[in-house]
């Protein structure tokens, strides 16, 4: 294990902040983005955001899939996130966001969300939600 001390829930995918290698992100897929500093003898986890309150992760397919960067965020602190929620409208109860969240002053995510894009998901499986710019 790279970092032992460190224990995740069901994670999708782990990015390093543009231009911090002091500032890693994982994801998990229950709904919560966790950071570290790879960097440190004994990292402790912090949470970046969580949206697992508004998520429908119980398909094995679905959840918060999805974390991108905005190509200048460190000039807008915009971070982008593809997750699955609940929805009345479609058979398998998913919807998929995709979603913009702003950095707050203390490094953290402001959880209010301005959705981008909504799909109603007709199966509870082959929710792909990877997102990247470049």
């Known amino acids: 294990r790279v970092f032992p001390n460190l224990t995740f829930r069901q994670p999708v995918g782990m990015f390093q902040a543009p231009g911090n290698p002091r500032r890693s992100y994982v994801v998990e ?10 960097t440190a ?21 679905a ?16 971070v982008f996130l593809s997750y699955t929620v609940p929805s009345s409208a479609s058979p398998a109860n998913l919807r998929s966001v ?3 969240f702003r950095v707050r002053a203390n490094g953290t995510l402001n959880p209010t969300a301005t959705n981008l894009l909504t799909v109603e ?12 710019f470049g």
């Open 41 to 61: 003898a004994s990292p402790t986890l912090r949470t970046f955001v969580d949206v697992s309150a508004r998520i429908n992760a119980q398909p094995n397919e």
């Open 121 to 132: 998901q007709p199966f509870a499986n082959h929710n792909g939600g990877h997102i990247a």
């Open 63 to 78: 959840g918060l899939l999805g974390f991108a960067f905005h190509p200048r965020f460190a000039e807008n602190g915009q």
């Open 98 to 100: 995709i979603a913009r």
């Open 29 to 38: 897929k229950g709904g919560r983005v966790r950071f570290f500093d790879p």
